[in-house]
């Protein structure tokens, strides 16, 4: 049987370690590429042409959302699995709309990525069991406060609410925008009561409102 070729995207050198020991005991797949950031993971995927491509959603230079999307315009026969630490529903849709055909948490990876990986490779949407069983859920609708509620966001305000809605920490954020973790977290702080916004589902939310999580034109 010829072995389903992973490539992988995470910029933690542990999850690396860990998923590629995973992988390396398993004669059904073939580990063909390895990266830790946006740009390079796009270039390995390109150049080794896996079968799956397993991205982290949260990566120090572009969102793997993004590279999603990037992945699926120049490299359509790879089909992704994300790879994430964020359990809120709200992310799902806007990964699946990115292109990514899996959705699995970091926690679940040693006993569930093999079964993310023969899913989506027999052309099957994968979703952690976790993440499955809270969308299969009936739930009341979350209606969101209007634009206006709370107050205009300031350019600050709202480049740090955007980047939290993409996925990236707080230390990411702060890399990006040069400035202090703290300055982050009290950025996001001040949107967040603004917009009368109590979590991160509630900033995902309405970043998908605002258009943010969309393919750029």
């Known amino acids: 049987m010829t072995p389903v070729r992973i490539a992988l995207v995470d910029d933690h050198p542990v999850v690396l370690a860990g998923i590629r020991a995973l992988l390396q005991g398993v004669p059904e797949v073939e580990l063909v590429g390895e990266a830790s950031t946006g740009a390079t993971g796009l270039k390995a995927i390109r150049d080794c042409a ?5 991205i982290d959603l949260s990566l120090p230079d572009i969102s793997g959302m993004e590279l999603a999307r990037q992945v699926t315009r120049h490299c359509p026969d790879v089909k992704i699995i994300v790879l994430t630490v964020h359990e809120d529903r709200a992310y799902v849709h806007p990964v699946l709309e990115a292109g990514a055909r899996g959705y699995l948490l970091k926690r679940s990876a040693g006993e569930e990525l093999l079964r993310a990986i023969r899913d989506v490779n027999r052309g099957n949407v ?7 069983e809270r969308t299969a859920m009936s739930a009341p609708s979350f209606a969101l406060p209007s634009e206006e509620a709370g ?11 955007k980047l939290v809605a993409q996925g990236f920490s707080n230390k990411q954020i702060a890399g990006q925008l040069d400035v202090s973790v703290k300055s982050v977290e009290t950025y996001k702080a001040r949107a967040a009561e603004k917009k009368g916004l109590d979590s991160r589902a509630d900033i995902v939310r309405f970043g998908i409102k605002q258009g943010w999580l969309a393919p750029p034109n």
């Open 50 to 54: 896996p079968d799956i491509a397993v």
């Open 126 to 132: 994968y979703l952690d069991p976790a993440i499955a």
């Open 151 to 161: 107050g205009e966001l300031s350019w600050r305000e709202e480049d740090v609410l």
